[in-house]
């Protein structure tokens, strides 16, 4: 999952979700708030940002007003409209540091479609290495189409179960699982299973203009 300008974390209305990440205090991002404050940064109407990314306006308008949460992919085409990495749309006031020592209950996490993703590597500067946990509900999934990336991929499942399609070969992970494979390789993933999966991921683009995240997330 490069450095953006600093802004403060919205306070968003709790939305229920079925999945339980042991710490019920952690801020959850708005979305859809953060999609407006970056579309006005780059002067973008929702027209054009519905242009560039291929999206419906109508959509768009939905996500900034938190109408509705947007799924994995409509979320990669935004952040690629936008040329954002995923952790744009984690930032807070938290200054940049040599060192990020993230508490559990400090995590910011983003609610994407049939899932959250946190960042634990927040306010860390010239960020080479992007770690995340990732939780899925039952059978979700990136999606039809494979995604390529730079440098390395690394996850390691802590509950659930995670199939990893690469190329023509797919892999199972069941709790205490790890997988580790050059990104360039055309790679999906889905839960399988009939309950939530939680799993670390970290990743490690070699391109600085790479942003993985965006073709995983879209965050």
């Known amino acids: 999952m490069a450095a953006q300008t600093s802004s403060g974390v919205r306070k ?3 939305r229920n979700v079925t999945i339980s990440n042991g710490s019920q205090s952690a801020p959850e991002v708005d979305v859809g708030s953060r999609l ?3 579309r006005t940064e780059r002067d973008l109407s929702l027209r054009a940002l519905a242009e560039k990314s291929g999206l419906n306006i109508n959509t768009l308008g939905l996500i900034e007003n938190g109408k509705t949460s947007p799924s994995v992919s409509t979320l990669q085409q935004v952040a690629l409209a936008l040329e954002v990495p995923i952790t744009a749309f984690f930032e807070t006031n938290v ?11 400090q995590r910011s996490r983003v609610a994407f479609e049939h899932g959250t993703l946190e960042d634990l590597g927040v306010g860390l500067k010239d960020r080479a290495v992007e770690p995340f946990v990732v939780r899925l509900e039952p059978f979700a999934t ?5 995604i390529v990336h730079t440098g390395y991929e690394f996850v390691f499942c802590l509950e659930g179960r995670i199939a990893y399609m690469i190329e023509s070969q797919t892999y199972l992970l069941e709790p205490g699982d790890s997988l580790l494979f050059e990104s360039h390789l055309p790679h999906r993933w889905q839960n399988v299973g009939e309950v939530p999966s939680q799993s670390l991921l970290v990743l490690f683009p070699t391109d600085a203009r790479d942003r993985p995240t965006k073709h995983h997330f879209g965050l």
């Open 12 to 14: 968003r209305k709790q």
């Open 95 to 105: 200054p940049e540091s040599n060192i990020a020592h993230v508490k559990t209950i």
């Open 36 to 38: 407006r404050e970056l």
């Open 142 to 146: 990136s999606g039809h189409n494979p």
